[in-house]
């Protein structure tokens, strides 16, 4: 009898032979890789999503859009709005060509071409985001303002985390007061820390040329970032309910004129700037989410963005922003689940826990909200790492724990592979004709590296075991980590060109 290695009669067991197996050469798997196929939780039918729809495109048709740019009314006419009454109206034939004509799909690059990955289709990958003004001290675990060099070492935490597929700043350098010199720096210490994919923000449309240079200068000169556009500009050009908000559409428009991609956010919040009821909600963030597109699609059509539709919570009995919980999870399911049948590149945000410590409440809230996202079906999801206290604080031990946590969706996502290999009917025949058990057989072996995801950080010891190492919890392990990759990975991902863009911006680069 063969079983499914090759080899006949039983196995020549025992410890040895199962490293020599172990350690032998095989491909590399990874069981759960970035990037997986996704979209099966899907809390909206048809007829819903139908619905949703159509209110979206009345409330663009008869209330449409206020506090509109002259240029953007003198474009949006010209093209077949209408401007009555101090607002915009877009009619619904109109908005139906522009969702018909915009970007489908488009690379979204890293400086290091391993990191590049395309953002549309059905696949999800998860990333940061947020502009937290307060960290949390990796010396006494207390929060505190958010610095410089934290946004430096953040970057260069994530830099080493595999799960994380890009970098937007994730912190505002409160140290720094000026704009200017604030929107340089933030984008210097992208640049400087990581050669993965990265975002950043503007805040106004005269920063975006000298940043865009400074880019040029890190690719090797003029022209280099239009080619491989590596930073994707945050902007939300909608300030609900309803209304543009000028600064907001002249980055917009200077972000355009440079080839920088667009991550246009809409992020109401439920019952205080958006309905509280979840379909209301859906109806007028989709309304604005699409007045965002259509922005971006008058002044250069088929230009790629990122169509985000964040829905966000407030807990009604406060007032105060929640970052997670059972309404936010599905919402952001929900907007993921329209955006993919509009078949626009989908972004939503989730897993900003509200929780202050690593705690259970941390694992609790992150966890949901990973999982319910990444079965949703979004593109990009934003906001899924480091971030606590709703988005007020971020975390050097919540990136370790939440790149590990993320494996594990990943993981789920990839969901189970049904073949003749894997459904096994050899192995077992002969683990039941032979030893009995399963342990040391050749596709005992491939699954171990091809279908299991082992954590770093999560405990799997047996209690004795744990107490005798003394009894570590999982933030002191995530703590030392986070220490350990800040004293010694440094990279020089800039090389000789740092030398240039320092002495270019000497009197903002810190």
Not at 44 to 50: A, D, H, Q
Not at 318 to 327: D, I, K, L, M, Y
Not at 374 to 401: C, D, K, T
Request: charged share 20%; net charge negative; with cysteine.
């Amino acid at each position: 009898m063969k079983n499914a290695g090759g080899r006949s009669g039983r196995k020549s067991g025992g410890r040895a032979a199962r490293l020599a197996l172990r350690h032998a050469e095989k491909p590399v798997f990874h069981p759960a890789d970035p990037g997986q196929i996704s979209g099966a939780y899907k809390p909206l039918t048809e007829r819903e999503i139908k619905r949703i729809y159509d209110s979206a495109l009345t409330l663009l048709a008869d209330l449409g859009m206020g506090e509109c740019p002259q240029d953007l009314v003198d474009v949006a006419v010209a093209k077949g709005a209408q401007y009555r009454d101090g607002r915009l109206h877009y009619p619904r034939a109109m908005v139906e060509d522009i969702i018909d004509g915009a970007c489908k799909s488009f690379i979204y690059y890293g400086r290091d071409n391993a990191h590049d990955f395309e953002v549309g289709g059905n696949r999800t990958y998860f990333g940061t985001g947020g502009a937290a003004v307060q960290a949390v001290d990796l010396e006494t675990g207390a929060y505190r303002p958010t610095t410089l060099q934290d946004l430096h070492d953040f970057t260069r935490l994530i830099d080493t985390l595999p799960n994380i597929s890009w970098f937007t700043r994730c912190c505002i350098a409160t140290d720094v007061p000026d704009n200017f010199d604030l929107d340089i720096n933030t984008a210097y210490a992208l640049i400087k820390n990581t050669t993965k994919p990265v975002g950043t923000a503007f805040t106004l449309g005269s920063h975006v040329d000298p940043i865009i240079d400074m880019f040029d200068m890190a690719l090797g000169g003029e022209g280099r970032f239009a080619e491989r556009p590596f930073c994707k500009a945050h902007i939300s050009p909608v300030i609900s309910p309803m209304r543009y908000g000028e600064d907001a559409v002249e980055v917009t428009v200077a972000c355009i004129k440079r080839g920088v991609p667009i991550n246009s956010i809409i992020a109401a919040q439920s019952g205080a700037t958006a309905p509280a009821t979840l379909a209301g909600f859906l109806v007028q963030s989709l309304a604005e989410t699409l007045a965002g597109l259509i922005l971006v699609n008058l002044f250069k059509p088929r230009y790629p963005v990122i169509f985000s539709n964040w829905p966000l919570v407030i807990d009604l009995r406060t007032g105060a922003f929640a970052g997670s919980g059972g309404e936010s999870a599905v919402m952001n399911a929900a907007a993921a689940q329209i955006s993919n049948w509009l078949g626009l590149p989908s972004g939503i945000a989730s897993s900003m826990a509200d929780a202050k410590a690593i705690d259970a409440q941390m694992g609790a809230e992150k966890a949901l909200a990973a999982v319910t996202a990444g079965l949703s079906g979004a593109n990009m999801v934003y906001e899924s790492s480091g971030m606590m206290a709703a988005l007020l604080g971020a975390s050097f031990e919540a990136f370790v724990l939440d790149n590990e946590m993320l494996g594990h969706v990943n993981r789920t996502l990839r969901g189970v592979e049904v073949n003749d290999e894997t459904l096994g009917l050899d192995a077992i025949r002969s683990a039941v004709m032979g030893e009995g058990h399963f342990l040391g057989e050749p596709q005992t072996m491939a699954a171990m590296e091809r279908d299991y995801y082992y954590p770093n950080f999560a405990d799997r010891e047996a209690p004795i075991t744990w107490t005798e190492k003394g009894e570590i919890d999982i933030r002191d392990k995530a703590r030392a980590h986070a220490k350990k990759v800040l004293a010694e990975h440094h990279p020089d991902y800039l090389g000789d060109a740092d030398a240039k863009i320092r002495d270019r911006f000497k009197d903002h680069i810190r």
